[in-house]
Every structure is written in C-alpha cells, then in structure tokens.
Nanobody, 126 residues
Framework: QVQLVESGGGSVQAGGSLRLSCAVS????????MGWFRQAPGKEREGVAA????????FYADSVKGRFTISQDIAKNTMYLQMNSLTPEDTAMYYC???????????????????WGQGAQVTVSS
C-alpha cells in the first residue's frame, strides 16, 4: 500500500519560511517523479514543483521560482519543499504526489500522478 504523508505545514507571517516534508512508504521515489501541488479555496490546483532523481533540473512554477526549493533524500524515501519569502498568495493546502514517467523531462507540474498525500495547510498572514 502506497502512502504519502505530508508534514511541516503551519502559519507564518509574510516573509517567513516553512519546510514541508513528504514521507513515502510502499513506493520507491528513486527513478520516479515526485511533485508538490497546492490548492487555495476557490482556485484550481497548481503544480508548484517536481523532481526526478537523476540530477536533472527540477520543475518550478513561475509563481515560486527563486523562493521554493524541492529536494529529496533517497535514503529516507522522503521529499521536501523549502519555502522562503512566503507571501499571503502562498496560502493553500499543499499536497505531495508520486508517479512514474518514461523520462525526466516528463516530470513537471502537469504530470499525472497516481499517488497523493492527504495535504498540509500553509497559511501566510500579512
């Protein structure tokens, strides 16, 4: 059984930082695509970042480039999202996702992921 469990969400003031973690069990993240998505109330889900474990450049949405960093610890089968310079516009439920792709360039914010976590709330106040 595949399980993805997010942690690290919370409330911060604008300009602050948070780090989300996604612990994966029942699925090996090595050589697979991992992604972070977010959804704010009344808005569509947005692909925030994605990473493939071959050293290729991760995908970032324009809205988070330069502020968010995606990474993974293969030994711990865990993915992270370091979020800096947070703004109220970053307030959303954040989800991690996992799936296989045929090549690293297919790992991005539009990838179809079969496995999802339950979400972690991030709230940024002004």
């Amino acid at each position: 059984q595949v399980q993805l469990v997010e942690s690290g969400g919370g409330s911060v003031q604008a300009g602050g930082s948070l780090r989300l973690s996604c612990a994966v069990s029942g699925y090996i993240i090595w050589r697979n695509c991992m992604g972070w998505f977010r959804q704010a109330p009344g808005k569509e889900r947005e692909g925030v970042a994605a990473i493939y474990s071959d050293g290729s450049t991760p995908f970032y949405a324009d809205s988070v480039k330069g502020r968010f960093t995606i990474s993974q610890d293969i030994a711990k089968n865990t993915m992270y999202l370091q979020m800096n310079s947070l703004t109220p516009e970053d307030t959303a439920m954040y989800y991690c996702a996992a799936g296989s792709v045929t090549r690293s360039t297919a790992c991005h914010g539009g990838t179809s992921f079969p496995f999802w976590g339950q979400g972690a709330q991030v709230t940024v106040s002004s």
